[in-house]
């Protein structure tokens, strides 16, 4: 099946920071999503990619849809402690009728006050 | 707050035997999507819902079964329960169409343990 490999698994930043996050697939995608996940809570929908080198920003927060529809990267700007989560990404590949949506295994954000 | 509910939120069963998951979907919406999360890996996509049927599937085998009802609310069955079944299942509720993702809305969960 389908595999993302998001990277890194894991970050401490200082309050403030920029951050930057990556997903790559061996497989094409026809739409990125973006999610965060506290704890004790479902994922929530931060950005929603769907065309090649798409560029989408949602406040603070900057995606774009690699050109090879292979990847997608996240990008938080001056970081602030409710950024504190889980970071996902997620590819769908629609075609045929059915679809197939795959996600990341996270990033964990902890941000330092 | 997603709108989307569902319950129980823990249950502890044993292997072999048979569980069943409940979801009540944000008002409006009119599809719902299963998901599995083992502890420490994203989301797992198990199927869609919509209009009652079956309208995608993961990499699950049959004894996972679902069901949608006609006030759009969804049950998750899980037959024949194996260790590796203990996980996060939550539910997500969307409008059909090209808003599917944006609308996608996710319930908190029920964690399910296997012993």
């Known amino acids: 099946g389908q595999q993302l490999n998001q990277s890194p698994q894991s970050m401490f930043i200082q309050e403030g920071e920029d951050v930057s996050m990556n997903c790559t697939s061996s497989s094409i995608f026809n739409t990125w999503l973006w999610y965060k996940q506290d704890p004790g809570e479902g994922p929530v929908l931060l950005i929603a990619?769907?065309?090649?080198?798409e560029l989408t920003s949602n406040g603070r927060l900057t995606a774009q849809f690699g050109i090879t529809r292979k990847d997608s990267f996240l990008n938080i700007s001056a970081s602030i402690p409710s950024d504190v989560g889980i970071y996902f990404c997620?590819?769908?590949?629609?075609?045929?009728?059915?679809?197939?949506?795959?996600f990341g295994k996270g990033t964990k954000l902890s941000v330092i006050p | 707050e997603t709108g989307v509910t569902q319950s129980p939120t823990h249950l502890i069963k044993t292997r072999g035997q048979q569980v069943t998951l409940r979801c009540s979907s944000q008002?409006?919406?009119?599809?719902v999507s299963w998901y599995q999360q083992a502890l420490g890996q994203g989301p797992q996509f198990i199927f869609q819902?919509?209009?009652?049927?079956?309208?995608g599937r993961g990499n699950f085998p049959p004894r996972f079964s679902g069901l949608q009802f006609p006030n759009y609310s969804s049950e998750l069955n899980v037959n024949a329960l194996e260790l590796d079944d203990s996980a996060l299942y939550l539910c997500?509720?969307?409008?059909?169409?090209?808003?599917?993702?944006?609308?996608?809305?996710f319930g908190p969960g029920t964690r399910l343990l296997v012993l």
């Open positions: 997500a509720s969307s409008l059909s169409g090209t808003g599917v993702w944006e609308t996608q809305y």
């Open positions: 997620a590819g769908l590949y629609s075609g045929a009728g059915s679809y197939q949506l795959t």
């Open positions: 990619l769907y065309k090649a080198g």
């Open positions: 819902y919509y209009r009652e049927e079956e309208n």
């Open positions: 008002s409006g919406h009119n599809t």
